[in-house]
């Protein structure tokens, strides 16, 4: 496609439950971004990725939180068991490769429509 | 961790009119975006300018990092301008190799009306 997709578009779970969250970039884009944007803490900054590297975890809230990138493409955001404050947009971007850290942030990232999380 | 505030908070606007969004932070950056959220949620990356000015047609952007501040100016605003601004910077005291942390400003919420 030609821009960024995101699985599910919604997801409704159970507090305690496992969830998995997808994100597809465009097609060639080396970085990848996750963001979650909830009513209390605003817009985050979860984790980016270089290729299938993540070189700063720092930002995932918790210990439950894991994310992995395969073949420098496809994306998953894990969450392991689900608590209600975890309830939240989650959104992904992705942008051409970056130069160096100088360039991190300089490429437009590409956000996809985000995936709604209602844990119960 | 480093600060950032954004002002106004929210800001009406007539078509056309021109308007300044503020963002304050509290620590030398080395990285400096400027997003913006439509109503229905779709994100879109504006700038990144950790210093200087920048523009792309009615908008630019200006960042002052000696005086920690960046401002984003709308120029003959439409209604498609309305959504949500943020400001997201990372400081410099949190950078290294491959590192990339945004912190974000909970945003300017503008509305144009016709």
């Known amino acids: 496609g030609a821009g960024v997709s995101q699985s599910p578009s919604n997801k409704v779970t159970e507090k305690g439950k496992d969830v998995e969250l997808r994100c597809d970039p465009i097609?060639?884009?080396?970085?990848l971004y996750w963001y979650r944007q909830s009513l209390g803490q605003g817009l985050e900054f979860l984790i980016y990725f270089q290729g299938n590297s993540a070189p700063d975890k720092s930002g995932l809230p918790s210990d439950r939180f894991s994310a992995e990138r395969t073949g420098g493409s496809v994306s998953t955001l894990t969450i392991q068991r689900t608590q209600q404050e975890d309830s939240a947009v989650y959104l992904c971007a992705s942008s051409p490769t970056p130069g160096g850290l100088a360039g991190l942030g300089g490429e437009t990232q590409y956000f996809g429509p985000g995936t709604r999380l209602l844990v119960l | 961790g480093i600060q950032v505030e954004q002002s106004p908070p929210d800001l009406i606007l007539q078509e056309g009119a021109n308007s300044t969004l503020r963002c304050n932070f509290s620590d030398s950056v080395n990285n400096l975006q400027w997003f913006h959220q439509n109503p229905w949620g779709q994100l879109i990356n504006l700038f990144y300018i950790p210093s200087g000015t920048k523009q792309n047609g009615r908008l630019s952007a200006t960042t002052v990092a000696t005086e920690r501040y960046s401002l984003l100016y709308i120029s003959s605003s439409q209604t498609t301008d309305s959504g949500v601004y943020f400001c997201a910077v990372e400081g410099v005291a949190y950078s290294g190799a491959g590192s990339y942390q945004l912190t974000f400003g909970k945003g300017t919420k503008l509305s144009v009306i016709p």
């Open positions: 097609s060639g884009h080396t970085a």
